[in-house]
């Protein structure tokens, strides 16, 4: 009796069983988080460190998961081969002694019982339950695993290594690149992707989600777009007399201006207002600003924000002068900017700035001029493609062909863009009014004015685009 019936039983239960084990270990290892690994690998667990290993080299895990998949083939044509036979064979002794069915008759029937049966054993508890709770704790299945798996590597290798070179080379022939390190390394598109899922899976608050973004789009933002523009920037005449100096340096209280000779275009140097101090107490009250100006640092529109924050750090400088193509001021770039772009703008008691946008009611927003599209539409299902606008100012100038006028009306893609106010030539606030039938994406990721401590004060979370006078912390108009 136990070898006719419980000794099968057994055998298809352990080939189920070690099919599940290899489903459970490909599963695990596919989708372990690295970063958890690699803590409990510093740890000291020689399982973590096995697993990172894997994970960190492609040919490793070509291997591990190598060896899953032909664990699970052997343990699934044995499952096949062998309980198909034992299973049919115990159903066709009760049916034969059917009347009604013949030799061949129950054959077939015995045999189309036991595939269906041993196929959704096969289906259930050797594929579905494994793959369920090896997904449920990845990295502590991988863990689990990992010595086991370690042996049967050692078993399978010659065979791993055949098939995979068989493999391999066909890949070849049909033209299909094999995935080296770099392919398997997340862009910077995926990590956006990875943020926003986890921002709406509640592993990430909306200001932290705001702030990973941020740094996501830092590298890909260019000195131009983040500068306090010429027509905003704070600048002394070198021929400025000491009184000039002072109603500049008391109306906007920087500690950094630029120094120019004749006009903006022609910048000398920087003035720090601790050196003027300095000299000031030093000279008995002489005044000598030229002796002051320190060398200025130019930079092209066009660098990388991650290029010029190295040269910041390297260099040991905080305010850089920002040239055009052709060699003309376009503004300056602060340290104080770069910063700004990740935590939002620092606003002090001095800074009398609106905030980059605000929320009238839950349609109509109030935005700066110098707001970048990409951070409007990175709240907002806006998708703008122009060119020769980056900004808000920019856009409603770009789509009106001439100098704006307050009033004036601009509408895309259903949003209306109307001009509020004006800094000389250039848009200075805009309503945005959202079509009714498209909410913001996420209005608990967008900042709360009253929350952020003041009206005119954006939310810290909140990056300022670009910079206005008040804010770069080194100079203003």
Known sequence: MFVEYALPVLIILILIAVNGFFVAAEFAVAAASRPRVAQLAESGSASAQRILRILSDPALINRYLSTAQVGITLASLGLGMYGEHAVAGWLLGP?????????ATAHTIATVISVAFLTYLHVVLGEMVPKSIALQSAATMALALSSSMALAEVL?????????????????MMGIHIADA??????????????????????????????????IDFQQRTVGQVMTPRTRMGAIPLDATQAEVFNLLFEDRHSRYPVFQEDR?????????????????DAGGEFDLQALVRPAVYVPETLMLDEMLARFRSEHFQIAVVLDEYGGTAGIITMEDLAEEIIGEIQDETDE?????????????RVRGDLLLDELTQHYDLDVEDEEAET?????????????????????????????????????????TLPPTRPPEDSAAMPDPDAAGAATGPSPSTPSGTSNAGTSGEAAP
């Open 95 to 103: 049916l034969e002694h059917l009347e009604w069915f013949g030799a």
């Open 156 to 172: 399978f290798r010659p065979l791993t290594l055949v098939l995979n070179r068989i493999g391999n080379r066909l890949l070849r």
């Open 182 to 215: 770099e392919s398997r390394l997340v862009s910077t598109s995926e990590l956006a992707y990875i943020v926003e899922e986890s921002s709406e899976g509640g592993l990430l608050d909306p200001t932290e989600q705001i702030y990973l973004e941020n740094v």
């Open 265 to 281: 275009d022609h910048i000398v140097g920087i003035l720090h207002v601790k050196d003027l101090a300095r000299h000031l107490l």
């Open 353 to 365: 700035e609106i905030a980059p946008f605000q929320e009238i009611d839950s349609h109509t927003l």
């Open 392 to 432: 808000v100012g920019g856009l409603i100038m770009t789509r009106l062909g001439h100098v704006a006028q307050p009033g004036e009306v601009v509408e895309v893609q259903g949003w209306r863009f109307e001009v509020e106010t004006l800094d000389g030539l250039a848009v200075n606030t805009a309503l945005v």
